[in-house]
T-cell receptor, first 115, second 116 residues
Framework: AQSVSQHNHHVILSEAASLELGCNYS??????LFWYVQYPGQHLQLLLK??????LVKGIKGFEAEFIKSKFSFNLRKPSVQWSDTAEYFCAVKDRGSTLGRLYFGRGTQLTVWP | NAGVMQNPRHLVRRRGQEARLRCSPM?????VYWYRQLPEEGLKFMVYLQKENIIDESGMPKERFSAEFPKEGPSILRIQQVVRGDSAAYFC??????????????FGEGSWLTVV
């Protein structure tokens, strides 16, 4: 089974600061990787995903993530955060070799951006 | 994604009652997943279903919880004799299928169960 670690449980930034949220997973096989965002009281929305190809993936709202296979990492970045980015961010991994299709989630990182 | 419809959005039950949560997948999706989100925790997989079949229920508690996805109608997550510890957000997700390309899973807006 997969294990997904998100290193920071709560990150507090001022607007315009740069953001990097860490995500590491345990499985050594071929994986699909996702970042989801959850605004208060809402459902999870897909920010970006990596299936194959260019390891630097660009998503919505100015977010990007870099897949580093040797480090089993898929860190999320944004050069300049906004107050509206305040939300919880979840990293998720899917084993491409499995037919089961389930996602394994990290515990989540709560991002608070002060105006 | 608004395409995955869950209801009710909020449900309050007394201890010992039954809770039924419904999920209609996105159009064209035949795979449904249920996840549970407890306070201060990430999402935990519960069950994966296709039409009329339970594919993986390894995340379901052994007792009181059941899920179905009938040929017609929504998927149902049923919790019998609820206890306070069942209070959580229950998210349904759907995908068109699995396979090597790794279809993306889309989530519904969740059903928040409160047991009093």
């Amino acid at each position: 089974a997969q294990s997904v670690s998100q290193h920071n449980h709560h990150v507090i930034l001022s607007e315009a600061a740069s953001l990097e949220l860490g995500c590491n997973y345990s499985y050594g096989g071929t994986v699909n990787l996702f970042w989801y965002v959850q605004y208060p009281g809402q459902h999870l929305q897909l920010l970006l995903k990596y299936f194959s190809g260019d390891p630097l993936v660009k998503g919505i709202k100015g977010f990007e993530a870099e897949f580093i296979k040797s480090k089993f990492s898929f860190n999320l970045r944004k050069p300049s955060v906004q107050w509206s980015d305040t939300a919880e961010y979840f990293c998720a991994v899917k084993d491409r070799g499995s037919t089961l299709g389930r996602l394994y989630f990290g515990r989540g990182t709560q991002l608070t951006v002060w105006p | 994604n608004a395409g995955v419809m869950q209801n009710p959005r909020h449900l309050v039950r007394r201890r010992g009652q039954e809770a039924r949560l419904r999920c209609s997948p996105m159009k064209g999706h035949s795979h449904v997943y249920w996840y549970r989100q407890l306070p201060e925790e990430g999402l935990k997989f519960m069950v994966y279903l296709q039409k009329e079949n339970i594919i993986d229920e390894s995340g379901m508690p052994k007792e009181r919880f059941s899920a179905e996805f009938p040929k017609e109608g929504p998927s149902i997550l049923r919790i019998q004799q609820v206890v306070r510890g069942d209070s959580a957000a229950y998210f349904c997700a759907s995908s068109p299928g699995t396979g090597q390309t790794g279809n993306t899973i889309y989530f519904g807006e969740g059903s928040w169960l409160t047991v009093v």
